[in-house]
């Protein structure tokens, strides 16, 4: 291929960092205010961090879900906005919401009743009997206040999704922004017992990102529904709760592939940090570390995902096939060549991270290491990513199934379960092993891009 084929001009850069910079900006904030709550929890003790770390494995299962769940809606949100059809718009934002609902109730119905059961998972026989009591006492009493902050983060992400696929991006990263300083606030005050705050630990910091939440949900929606001239699609979202029959069918077929694959990838991921789980608490604690820390990282990816499905999604829908191939094909670029600079400088950072931590010497070790491997893998984990997000914007849903999850349950965890079973390789190499694996999915990716059937105009 030309490398010029590769390579945007000084325009091209710049709408493209006008998209993805605020995405990064807030998600930066997020995840380092995250990093900062792991930090506060990791104070507390190796059982405490990974209580909490098992508990918000289970949330990372939801949230999967809830993503996917709106992407397909927003597939056509993009290309509605695209066409410049707001009433259709306005149509796949009530489908968002009544997606909400729904797996709202159905993680519920999971998560209340067996949230224990299933924490129980992650602890061994390896671990110690008093070990692995504490260990489930903190996290399910973290899970049971953290569970009420699903319902404002599900209505959050209908309203800025939504605001991010058609092109306005400031709105949730200054709800972003204001909402990850109020956890950070709160989880301060409240896991240490700041001034006239109790000392509640691992309780304290469930009750900040509820705090959070509110906030964050607050703005966003207020933001939404008092400048309908910037996005008049938001004006009338309530008066009736129609959708087209025809239209729901449409996007039903979009989404179902979607929210089972984000269900069975985020399912995935799980198992094998239980497979990881078999080599101890130890384990469990380094791996809550270093993907927190590699999270702070991946926002580089993750934000260029979002321009490819924000501005591809809206080439597609214009009905500019020939400019979308283009357009994909420099955001693939310029998103591994930023990544790799990122991941030289993680990689060089990866032994200051574990610093602030309260935890043994052997946790910090492992987690260290670890984070390097992300650093190594970030190039080929962007390149994975952005393929999935531009088969998802052309509406191969099914493909990107059959991509994404069905690799990681035919591939990846059918690995770390003989590997953690079968074998006593130790935790590194069974890291390394696993992690490796996404280099096929690159392999994969590349030549479903390079065949250019994704490309397709859906509204």
């Not at 009433?87 to 519920?108: D, N, T």
């Not at 304290?204 to 607050?218: K, P």
């Not at 930023?338 to 991941?343: E, P, Q, R, V, Y």
């Not at 390789?425 to 999915?441: A, N, R």
Request: proline share 3%; hydrophobic share 55%; net charge positive.
């Amino acid at each position: 291929m030309n490398a010029k084929k590769l390579i945007g001009n000084k325009a091209f850069y710049k709408m493209v960092l006008g998209i993805t910079v605020p995405i990064i900006i807030q998600n930066g904030i997020t995840n380092f205010v995250n990093l900062l709550d792991n930090v506060m929890v990791g104070r507390l003790g190796t059982e405490q961090l990974s209580g909490v770390g098992i508990a918000n494995q289970l949330i990372f299962v939801f949230t999967l879900c809830l993503f996917g769940g709106l992407s397909g809606a927003g597939i056509f949100t993009a290309q509605f906005f695209g066409k410049g059809d707001h009433e259709g718009l306005r149509y796949s934002v009530r489908f968002k919401l009544y997606s909400v609902l729904l797996i709202l109730a159905v993680g519920g119905a999971i998560l209340i009743p067996f949230g224990e059961d299933l924490i129980t998972l992650f602890l061994t026989e390896n671990d110690t009997t008093a070990d692995a009591a504490m260990t489930l006492f903190y996290g399910r009493e973290y899970l049971k206040v953290a569970l009420i902050a699903l319902v404002p983060m599900a209505l959050t992400q209908v309203y800025a999704n939504t605001l991010r696929e058609t092109g306005e991006t400031v709105p949730p990263m200054v709800a972003s922004v204001s909402a990850v300083g109020t956890n950070a606030l709160f989880n301060w005050l409240l896991i240490f017992g700041v001034g006239p705050f109790p000392a509640l630990g691992v309780v304290g910091a469930a009750w900040g990102t509820v705090i959070a939440r509110v906030v964050e949900l607050s703005i966003v929606m207020i933001w939404s529904h008092t400048h309908t001239r910037k996005v008049p699609y938001f004006k009338g979202l309530y008066r009736s709760p129609r959708i087209p029959l025809a239209l729901v069918g449409q996007i039903f077929v979009i989404t179902l592939p979607l929210m089972v694959n984000e269900l069975l990838w985020s399912s995935g991921m799980t198992v094998l940090n239980q497979c990881y789980s078999t080599r101890g608490l130890v384990a469990v604690a380094a791996v809550n570390i270093a993907v927190t820390v590699a999270n702070v990282f991946n926002i580089v990816y993750m934000s260029m995902g979002s321009a490819v499905a924000i501005i591809v999604g809206n080439q597609l829908g214009a009905g500019q096939i020939e400019e979308a191939k283009d357009t994909d094909r420099k955001i693939l670029a310029f998103s591994c060549v930023l990544c790799t600079a990122t991941g030289v400088v993680m990689a060089a950072m990866a032994p200051l991270f574990t610093v602030f931590y309260n935890v043994t010497e052997d946790v910090k070790t492992l987690a260290a290491v670890m984070i390097v491997v992300y650093a190594v893998m970030m190039p080929f984990s962007s390149f994975a990513h952005n393929c999935y997000f531009t088969l998802r914007s052309g509406g191969q849903t099914f493909i990107t199934f059959l991509f994404d999850s069905a690799f990681v349950w035919a591939v990846s965890v059918p690995t770390g379960l003989i590997l953690s079973r079968l074998t006593d390789l130790p935790i590194i190499p069974l890291f390394i092993v696993c992690m490796s694996l996404e280099l096929g999915k690159c392999v994969i990716g590349f030549f479903m891009l390079r065949s250019g059937k994704w490309a397709r105009k859906l509204v």
